[in-house]
């Protein structure tokens, strides 16, 4: 039950991180049509480009890790023997899921922090700085659930 929530949870993150992929491309290629060829450059393409960067960034980051598409280095992994190979994939999945745990942590606690002394971005456009960051820590929270399940999957064995 609980694995087929947070499947679900995956899911609908990475189609927001995709629909966050879809809509910083057409911005951007609407920059470049209006800067280039109609001399009319806008003051928001860039702001949103970086703040959609962050929330692809945190939306897709713990279903690349179910999929075990994060970059690592397994030279070592593949020297070792599989049950080796399971403790150590078991202690990286132990320390992801407590260096996450810290960001998520420190991510809420900034985000709280911008939202209860109303900071704000001010750029090319002038925006409240939490709903930039709030994806931080909800993305950081996935993340924590899957290096729990990945650690719980290891520890078993499978």
Same mark, same amino acid.
């Given at each position: 039950? @609980?694995?087929? %929530?947070?499947?679900?949870?995956?899911?609908?993150?990475?189609?927001?991180?995709?629909?966050?992929? &879809?809509?910083?491309?057409?911005?951007?290629?609407?920059?470049?049509? =209006?800067?280039? +060829? @109609?001399?009319?450059? !806008?003051?928001?393409?860039?702001?949103? *480009?970086?703040?959609?960067? $962050?929330?692809?960034?945190?939306?897709?980051? /713990?279903?690349?890790? /179910?999929?075990?598409?994060?970059?690592?280095?397994? &030279?070592?992994?593949?020297?070792?023997?599989?049950?080796?190979?399971? $403790?150590?994939? *078991?202690? *990286?999945? $132990? =320390?992801? !899921?407590?260096?996450?745990? &810290?960001?998520?942590?420190?991510? #809420?606690?900034? *985000?709280?922090?911008?939202?209860?002394?109303?900071? %704000? +971005?001010?750029?090319?456009? $002038?925006?409240?700085?939490?709903?930039? #960051?709030?994806? %931080?820590?909800?993305?950081?929270?996935?993340? =924590?659930?899957? +290096?729990?399940?990945? !650690?719980? !999957? +290891?520890?078993?064995?499978?």
């Amino acid at each position: 039950m @609980l694995n087929r %929530m947070l499947d679900c949870v995956l899911k609908l993150s990475t189609i927001l991180g995709g629909v966050v992929l &879809v809509f910083i491309t057409v911005s951007v290629n609407y920059e470049v049509v =209006v800067r280039y +060829f @109609l001399n009319s450059p !806008t003051n928001w393409v860039a702001d949103f *480009t970086c703040y959609g960067l $962050i929330y692809l960034t945190f939306t897709v980051a /713990a279903w690349v890790l /179910a999929k075990e598409g994060h970059v690592k280095i397994d &030279v070592l992994l593949n020297c070792l023997s599989e049950k080796n190979q399971r $403790i150590l994939n *078991t202690i *990286t999945s $132990i =320390v992801g !899921t407590l260096l996450s745990a &810290v960001f998520f942590w420190y991510s #809420l606690k900034v *985000t709280v922090d911008a939202f209860q002394s109303q900071q %704000m +971005f001010i750029t090319g456009l $002038i925006l409240p700085k939490w709903p930039v #960051l709030m994806i %931080m820590p909800i993305g950081t929270f996935i993340l =924590v659930l899957q +290096f729990m399940r990945r !650690t719980w !999957t +290891f520890m078993k064995g499978h």
